[in-house]
Structures are given as C-alpha cells and as structure tokens.
C-alpha cells in the first residue's frame, strides 16, 4: 500500500474531460483528491475507504480550495500530475482510508476509481508517460 502523490502543484492537468462538474467544497480540498457529494450540503467533500458512505466518490478534484471555493471535479476522463512511476500500466487506483487521498492498495472499503494508462504524446523512441484514466 503507497499512497499517490502529485508532482505537480495545487493543480492536476486535465488531458481529456468527458464528464464533470463544477460545485463549492464543503471543506479544503486538494488537487488531486477523491471527492464525494456532502449527501446534506449538496457541496463536493474528501471522500476515504474507511465506510461505505465516505467511499462514494464522485471524481477528482482538479485543483486546491478552501471551503466555500467552487472545484471542478473528473468523473470521467485522463488527469496527469500523478507520480505514478512505481506502477505498472492498467493498475488500479483505488481511494485510500486517509481522507483525500489516492493509493496502489484498497482501503477498508474497496474502491476503484480509475487505472494507469500511457500516454504516447512523449518523444518517439522513449517510454510513455503514465497518466490516471478516471473511470466512475
């Protein structure tokens, strides 16, 4: 179990965007983030694996706010800004019991949220970058 970091900051790179949406945030979210809907607020708020109710992602947050700020959130699409150097192409990506973050292993509630894919816009001849494909 490794939790994902970004390499890049407050921000990830949106390379493609087939479904989102754009609502205030309950709380401080990281770029980055797993984000679920606040089932009373109706604002995005950090979702984890540690329970069913807090393991209902709904996308990934795209940039850092502070609570009351609107975020874009992926739940559907390609993110780059991942270190996801250490995992293999087509690994799942799951949510991870800490608040917020994403990890290689399961949390207590098993949750995929999308899989390393290449992306070949990279320099012919060297490895393909790897970026997260977000599936849910």
Known sequence: MAAISLV?????????????????????????????????????????????????????ATRTVIAGEPVTVIRNGVLDGFDLSGMNYDAAVYVSDTDGRLDTAAGTVSTVVGRVIPATSTTLGTAYDKVLSVEL
């Open 8 to 60: 890049t900051a407050g921000r990830v790179e949106i390379v493609e965007s087939i479904r989102q949406m754009t609502l205030p945030a309950a709380e401080a979210i990281t770029a980055g983030a797993p984000v679920r809907l606040d089932t009373t607020t109706g604002k995005f708020t950090n979702a984890n694996g540690s329970a069913s109710g807090e393991a209902r992602v709904w996308g990934i």
